[in-house]
T-cell receptor, first 113, second 115 residues
Framework: QKEVEQDPGPLSVPEGAIVSLNCTYS??????FMWYRQYSRKGPELLMY????GNKEDGRFTAQVDKSSKYISLFIRDSQPSDSATYLC?????????????FGGGTRVLVKP | SAVISQKPSRDICQRGTSLTIQCQVD?????MFWYRQQPGQSLTLIAT?????????ESGFVIDKFPISRPNLTFSTLTVSNMSPEDSSIYLC????????????FGAGSRLTVL
């Protein structure tokens, strides 16, 4: 069993819809949670960064962490065609420099105009 | 955050050959990380490269197959040796950003296809 599970998609939604993405994990030691966005032929770029349980909002993006359920989510409101990308969750045990990140496999999202 | 340049962006290689990927960062960094992204798979850390010391390899990756150089604080190379089709993948260089430890900035990646 993988440490971090993520539905590969693809997830296709019409423009303006809410995109809902999630990851489950098995290691209760994870405390720091990230979402990266990766456009085709580009490297991943950080989208959201959260610590422990709770919600964090940044513009159209909301990240949720439920450590009791070992479940994290990313919501994209008012989705745009430019949101079409692969979204990867990542997590780590500490924020110490050099600490290894564990990534999910990524969910491909397609927002249709 | 740092800007990372990787070369080559893509290449098609023959079985049994080796290829060296270069990673240049626009600022000095202590650690540089090399990841592999296989089709449909998650990013997997190959090794951590520190300037002036041997790279630290993750389980399943060995120096003979993936030798790494780190001659200074802005540059690193990863060589994929004696390639087989199973090495077809995207190889990504990354560094920790100033926004917080364990938050990474990635290069655009080097897409290798081994025939």
């Amino acid at each position: 069993q993988k440490e971090v599970e993520q539905d590969p998609g693809p997830l296709s939604v019409p423009e303006g819809a809410i995109v809902s993405l999630n990851c489950t994990y098995s290691n209760s030691a994870f405390q720091y949670f990230m979402w990266y966005r990766q456009y085709s032929r580009k490297g991943p770029e950080l989208l959201m960064y959260t610590y422990s349980s709770g919600n964090k909002e940044d513009g159209r993006f909301t990240a949720q962490v439920d450590k009791s359920s070992k479940y994290i989510s990313l919501f994209i409101r008012d989705s745009q065609p430019s949101d079409s990308a692969t979204y990867l969750c990542a997590m780590s045990r500490t924020k110490a420099a050099g600490n290894k990140l564990t990534f999910g496999g990524g969910t491909r999202v397609l927002v249709k105009p | 955050s740092a800007v990372i340049s990787q070369k080559p962006s893509r290449d098609i290689c023959q079985r049994g050959t080796s290829l060296t990927i270069q990673c240049q960062v626009d600022s000095q960094v202590t650690m540089m990380f090399w990841y592999r992204q296989q089709p449909g798979q998650s990013l997997t850390l190959i090794a951590t490269a520190n300037q002036g010391s041997e790279a630290t390899y993750e389980s399943g990756f060995v120096i003979d197959k993936f030798p790494i150089s780190r001659p200074n604080l802005t540059f690193s190379t990863l060589t994929v040796s004696n390639m087989s089709p199973e090495d077809s993948s995207i190889y990504l260089c990354s560094v920790e950003t100033g926004t917080g430890a364990n938050v990474l900035t990635f290069g655009a990646g080097s897409r290798l296809t081994v025939l």
